[in-house]
């Protein structure tokens, strides 16, 4: 008996040894060592460094195609543009930064806004055929009828021609990159200036922060076609464009030819109305009661007439001292002498040229 118990005892202990074994070896494998836990970590950030690598690696990858794809793009848009069926070169008023309208392929070069010389037409040939059938033929000369017709022409060529041409246009400087902008202040952008002498007299260049250019001469920036115009005069809102070094004597012509057109009409519509005056007494009242087209007519190219007179006398004046209406507003020339008159003979010569 003594021998059984002795054995218990010893299987006991032993099943109570491997019992702790057994919890030591799990809490060895449920716990690691320090090593383990570091050589885990070592995995990991080796892991984590070569995922940012891959994935930075990537993206500059692809952001390099991106903008390879953007030239490729941007250089056969520049080079071709499809029309029809065929390929025809792309010109430059396909990708015109400014707020021009073009026609005709570019050949021809408008403003914005066409409402001032559509109206400015319709009043001309509105005024034109009111006279001619109205004024002209109670006259009864054709002579009157054909001059009339001739005016007309001429004021309607000079209106298409000073509206569709290139007013002097500077092209912009596309080559300054917005990065190299982007280092300079805006601030300092808008103070920088040249000065240049010119016949003696200090002239300052202004930045055009839009246009990415110094301001020749005499340029100014237009507000609504957005470009910079070389001997910018003013933007003219019955044309419907701006007016400037290349279309200025145009513009006099168109102003001259319109006076002398409007003083046409107002003279004879006034010997028009002598003739209709009624006998009866009643004056204003049985003109506009028997013609009142006669009477519109000789109101407005009176009004047309003291309008274009104004304007032409004030053009004469600026053509011969040799300044612009944006710098005769501006008084750009009060402190200092006016670098560009020659003389009144000159000046005029210099337009005509």
Same mark, same amino acid.
């Given at each position: 008996?003594?021998?059984?118990?002795?054995?218990?005892?010893?299987?006991?202990?032993?099943?109570?040894?491997?019992?702790?074994?057994?919890?030591?070896?799990?809490?060895?494998?449920?716990?690691?060592?320090?090593?383990?836990?570091?050589?885990?970590?070592?995995?990991?950030?080796?892991? &984590?460094?070569?995922?940012?690598?891959?994935?930075?690696?990537?993206?500059?990858?692809?952001?390099?195609?991106?903008?390879?794809?953007?030239?490729?793009?941007?250089?056969?848009? !520049?080079?071709?543009?499809?029309?029809?069926?065929?390929?025809?070169?792309?010109?430059?008023?396909?990708?015109?930064?400014?707020?021009?309208?073009?026609?005709?392929?570019?050949?021809?070069?408008?403003?914005?806004?066409?409402?001032?010389?559509?109206?400015?037409?319709?009043?001309?040939?509105?005024?034109?055929?009111?006279?001619?059938?109205?004024?002209?033929?109670?006259?009864?000369?054709?002579?009157?009828?054909?001059?009339?017709?001739?005016?007309?022409?001429?004021?309607?060529?000079?209106?298409?021609?000073?509206?569709?041409?290139?007013?002097?246009?500077?092209?912009?400087?596309?080559?300054?990159?917005?990065? &190299?902008?982007?280092?300079?202040?805006?601030?300092?952008?808008?103070?920088?200036?040249?000065?240049?002498?010119?016949?003696?007299?200090?002239?300052?260049?202004?930045?055009?922060?839009?246009?990415?250019?110094?301001?020749?001469?005499?340029?100014?920036?237009?507000?609504?076609?957005?470009?910079?115009?070389?001997?910018?005069?003013?933007?003219?809102?019955?044309?419907?464009?701006?007016?400037?070094?290349?279309?200025?004597?145009?513009?006099?012509?168109?102003?001259?030819?319109?006076?002398?057109?409007?003083? !046409?009409?107002?003279?004879?519509?006034?010997?028009?109305?002598?003739?209709?005056?009624?006998?009866?007494?009643?004056?204003?009242?049985?003109?506009?009661?028997?013609?009142?087209?006669?009477?519109?007519?000789?109101?407005?190219?009176?009004?047309?007439?003291?309008?274009?007179?104004?304007?032409?006398?004030?053009?004469?004046?600026?053509?011969?001292?040799?300044?612009?209406?944006?710098?005769?507003?501006?008084?750009?020339?009060?402190?200092?002498?006016?670098?560009?008159?020659?003389?009144?003979?000159?000046?005029?010569?210099?337009?005509?040229?």
């Amino acid at each position: 008996m003594e021998w059984m118990a002795s054995e218990e005892k010893d299987g006991s202990i032993n099943s109570s040894v491997a019992q702790a074994i057994d919890n030591s070896a799990s809490l060895e494998i449920d716990q690691p060592t320090e090593s383990t836990m570091s050589s885990g970590k070592k995995v990991d950030k080796n892991s &984590e460094v070569s995922f940012q690598a891959k994935s930075k690696q990537l993206l500059s990858s692809l952001w390099e195609k991106i903008v390879g794809f953007q030239r490729v793009v941007q250089e056969k848009s !520049f080079r071709f543009c499809r029309g029809g069926d065929e390929l025809e070169q792309a010109r430059v008023y396909h990708f015109w930064p400014g707020n021009n309208v073009f026609f005709f392929k570019g050949r021809l070069i408008c403003g914005p806004d066409p409402k001032g010389l559509i109206l400015t037409a319709i009043a001309i040939i509105l005024s034109s055929w009111t006279f001619t059938v109205h004024v002209a033929s109670d006259i009864r000369n054709p002579a009157i009828i054909v001059t009339s017709s001739i005016l007309t022409t001429i004021v309607l060529v000079n209106l298409v021609y000073v509206s569709t041409i290139d007013p002097g246009i500077i092209p912009r400087n596309d080559q300054c990159s917005s990065v &190299e902008l982007g280092t300079i202040d805006a601030g300092k952008r808008r103070r920088r200036s040249k000065v240049v002498v010119i016949n003696g007299i200090e002239v300052k260049l202004k930045y055009c922060n839009i246009c990415n250019i110094y301001r020749p001469p005499r340029t100014c920036h237009c507000a609504t076609c957005n470009n910079c115009i070389q001997q910018f005069d003013h933007h003219c809102t019955w044309i419907g464009h701006c007016v400037g070094l290349r279309n200025y004597r145009l513009h006099v012509t168109f102003l001259l030819t319109g006076l002398l057109l409007f003083a !046409f009409i107002f003279i004879f519509s006034c010997k028009s109305l002598h003739h209709k005056l009624p006998g009866d007494g009643n004056g204003v009242i049985g003109l506009l009661r028997n013609d009142p087209e006669t009477v519109a007519l000789t109101l407005f190219s009176f009004v047309a007439m003291c309008f274009l007179a104004g304007f032409s006398c004030y053009h004469v004046y600026l053509i011969a001292i040799n300044q612009t209406s944006y710098e005769h507003f501006h008084q750009k020339y009060v402190n200092s002498g006016n670098p560009y008159d020659k003389g009144i003979v000159d000046n005029i010569k210099e337009v005509l040229d």
